[in-house]
């Protein structure tokens, strides 16, 4: 389809970025309005742009995984505006717009990396070719291949699916038992536009501690660390992701064992620029890494990495995307965090009340995400089902943590069960 300019749009003169997919308004909205300020924006989407307008310069309707369809388009373009960067932070889209990037000559990681970074079975067999300690893995296409697998590997294991991120089709088995419904949940699990493959599955070897998140800025090969955010996960034996809190102060963004890691991951892989989301178990045998991802985190994190440093990690990477000099430095010492809301069982929403009645010195916002008739299915039926979320940001570590701990009372669900 034809580049349509809106005249409405900003007409400075900030540099041009392609974006390419845009995503679900409730989750993606803050990244677009936030770079908008910094970037005059031209959209490439797959879908008809609408609450996106104010923000962009232009827009493209257009297959956005077809490479010769983004290049064509991009050359429309560029007949209007110059154009400095490719940037996206769609999972699904980080390959294409490596591609992209490449064709163009762009500022990018090589698209090669960016997928070592998507399939999981390709991190770890590069990672185990540069001795980077991790988890043993192994891929498999059936369920008795992955109970072959876990007894290989000792119990408990963790089974996921090999191309998917946060946390989808990952699954514990605890015994061999346990071992075909967790290959059939991670199997079965799916993303639109995630690549499968023979080996789809992959059998790993189970980390205990906590688990933390990484949202860094990667430019000639050097990983600079905006935020670490600490993960909660839920509905056990499945790694439903339930909460975040990032410490602007944290002591891991220093810890040369996690700079150390990063360093050695990014090399391994040959992601050489642009910004990456890195996920570590605190394990008692040190950092190993869970998964990377070509991206910024998803589930606000570098919203709430903002609300807690002052800087934007979104802001940043868009830089990165254009060849400029990012701000990484942080302009505040706060706590943020964000708390998700599940139902206890599968159902569906009569109505969703935010209290804002009850809400505590630190909270930020309080949004209800489900509507009436929304049904909310938990896993392996669905994943990422939520009806609410809380953010709250402060200078006290414990009253953050209290004011997103009460949560479930700030967004109430009345909801009936479902038939089936």
């Not at 009645?357 to 949004?367: C, E, I, K, Q, R």
Request: proline share 7%.
């Amino acid at each position: 389809m034809a580049a349509t300019p809106h005249p409405d749009s900003s007409t400075t003169e900030a540099p041009v970025l392609l974006l390419v997919g845009s995503g679900d308004r409730r989750y993606r909205e803050y990244i677009v309005e936030a770079v908008s300020r910094h970037f005059r924006l031209w959209l490439l989407d797959a879908h008809e742009p609408t609450w996106q307008l104010p923000y962009v310069q232009g827009t493209s309707l257009l297959d956005t995984k077809n490479l010769d369809a983004l290049l064509a388009e991009t050359k429309n373009v560029m007949e209007q505006l110059p154009i400095a960067g490719v940037f996206t932070y769609d999972e699904s889209l980080v390959h294409a717009t490596a591609r992209l990037a490449e064709a163009l000559g762009l500022p990018g990681s090589a698209p090669d990396a960016v997928l070592a970074c998507r399939d999981k079975a390709t991190t770890r067999a590069r990672l185990t070719a540069a001795q980077v300690a991790q988890p043993a893995c192994t891929p498999v296409s059936t369920a008795a291949e992955a109970r072959g697998a876990a007894d290989a590997t000792g119990y408990p294991v963790v089974i996921k699916a090999r191309g998917l991120a946060g946390s989808l089709g990952v699954v514990r088995a605890d015994d061999g038992d346990a071992v075909e419904a967790a290959f059939d949940a991670a199997s079965s699990a799916n993303w639109p536009g995630v690549p499968r493959y023979e080996a789809d599955v992959l059998v790993e070897e189970y980390l205990t501690g906590p688990e933390i998140s990484v949202d860094a800025v990667v430019v000639g090969g050097v990983v600079t660390p905006m935020i670490v955010a600490r993960k909660q996960v839920g509905m056990d034996p499945y790694f439903e992701e339930t909460g975040h809190t990032v410490d602007a102060s944290d002591p891991l963004l220093g810890d040369p064992e996690l700079l150390d890691q990063l360093h050695a991951i990014h090399k391994a892989l040959g992601f050489e620029h642009g910004a990456t989301h890195t996920e570590f178990k605190l394990t008692p045998k040190g950092l190993r890494l869970v998964e990377i991802n070509a991206r910024l985190g998803g589930d606000f994190i570098p919203l709430i990495g903002m609300l807690a440093t002052g800087t934007d990690p979104a802001v940043a990477a868009a830089h990165v995307a254009a060849g400029l000099t990012p701000d990484t430095a942080p302009k505040a010492r706060r706590t943020a965090a964000i708390r998700f809301l599940y139902p206890e069982a599968d159902c569906e929403a009569v109505e969703v009340t935010v209290r804002t009645d009850l809400f505590g010195p630190t909270v930020h916002s309080a949004v209800a995400t489900a509507g009436p008739g929304t049904r909310l299915a938990l896993p392996p039926r669905a994943y990422m089902n939520r009806y609410g979320y809380v953010i709250a940001v402060g200078d006290d570590h414990d009253q953050v943590t209290a004011d997103v701990e009460a949560a479930p009372t700030l967004v109430e669900l009345r909801s009936r069960p479902t038939a089936d």
